[in-house]
């Protein structure tokens, strides 16, 4: 048994069974003077674990400007730690730590007096002064400070870029939202851009053609008598809408405006005027309204005064049983989606 167990494999130590035993190994052994090289290894892992870059003994100059504090010092991924001085004279009660958030460094740079051991951090208009024991030592301290400020500060550019892109991305999306939810209505189309009022145009020509030609062939077919044959069975006449007898395609046409309420297209009519004025308020007179009537519906005046029972009859048509059937066709939805989103 003994030698199976011996023979049996053991599981491979990952990092940090490796870590714990060299630390273990280090604080097992007779030399107190210095830790093992694994030791030492094992300790800079675990810092680098616990999110600390770098960690050390430095002398911070107090604001009497001659006093130097030996201080600790640990340079993490947002800012550079350190600790201050007793809060008591005798040096009893410990001061606690201080940190300089790294994305608010303005500079970082070596002294430019005779001792090179010393460099400072500014930040935010005040300045901290340190000391190492040795040049390089600073060297290092000044080099490791420098790369993870310019780190921290190049993410939070790059945040801030994703945060200006997102939000414009929100804006465009919620105002091609808003643009294709208003296509769901006849108003929101002639309203909307120009593309789309154009689509439905052409559509309810295409329909009063095909209406006519439906028309025409079921004349055609009930011609002969006792045939017994109906218009709803002549070949094309199912595929048409009925069109309401004796609506011409120009009255169709003039009543798209009615779309809105009288007051609100008066008011759009009006707008329209005191833009081309160059004013923003004032009376608007009727004689007025029915001359850019012509301007921005492309009808005439007198459209309006005359016949306006047959326009609003044009319009509930236009509006009910014609605008159901332009939003059946899978193609008028997609062609209207491209137009919401600009891509058409």
């Not at 009925?242 to 009006?270: F, I, K, Q, R, Y």
């Amino acid at each position: 048994a003994d030698a199976a167990q011996a023979e049996a494999p053991q599981p491979s130590a990952g990092p940090l069974s490796a870590a714990i035993a060299a630390v273990a190994a280090g604080l097992g052994s007779s030399s107190p003077s210095r830790p093992s090289p694994a030791a030492a290894a094992a300790a800079r892992a675990a810092a680098s674990l616990s999110g600390q870059l770098r960690k050390g003994s430095l002398e911070l100059l107090l604001a009497n400007g001659d006093t130097w504090h030996a201080c600790t010092v640990v340079l993490d991924e947002e800012h550079f730690w350190y600790s201050l001085p007793p809060s008591s004279e005798s040096g009893s009660v410990g001061g606690g730590m201080a940190s300089v958030a790294l994305c608010d460094c303005d500079k970082v740079c070596a002294a430019t007096g005779d001792d090179r051991r010393q460099f400072h951090i500014s930040s935010k208009g005040e300045l901290l002064t340190l000391r190492a024991k040795k040049e390089s030592e600073q060297d290092a301290w000044v080099l490791a400070v420098v790369k993870q400020a310019a780190l921290i500060k190049e993410r939070e550019i790059l945040m801030q870029a994703d945060r200006i892109l997102s939000n414009m991305e929100f804006k465009k999306s919620s105002q091609q939202c808003e643009c294709a939810a208003s296509f769901l209505r006849l108003p929101g189309v002639l309203g909307g851009p120009a593309r789309a009022r154009q689509l439905f145009l052409d559509f309810a020509v295409g329909e009063h053609a095909a209406a006519a030609s439906a028309a025409a062939a079921a004349a055609t077919a009930a011609a002969p008598a006792g045939g017994g044959s109906s218009a709803s069975g002549a070949p094309g006449v199912g595929d048409a809408i009925l069109w309401p007898a004796g609506l011409a395609m120009e009255e169709l046409l003039a009543s798209l405006p009615l779309g809105c309420p009288a007051a609100a297209h008066d008011a759009t009519v009006a707008k329209a005027l005191a833009s081309r004025n160059g004013c923003r308020s004032g009376a608007v007179g009727a004689a007025e309204v029915a001359d850019i009537r012509v301007e921005v519906d492309g009808i005439g005046s007198g459209n309006f005064a005359d016949g306006t029972a047959t326009l609003q009859a044009a319009w509930a048509f236009a509006a009910g049983p014609l605008f159901d059937r332009f939003w059946e066709f899978p193609d008028v939805q997609c062609r209207l989606c491209q137009i919401a989103a600009g891509i058409a």
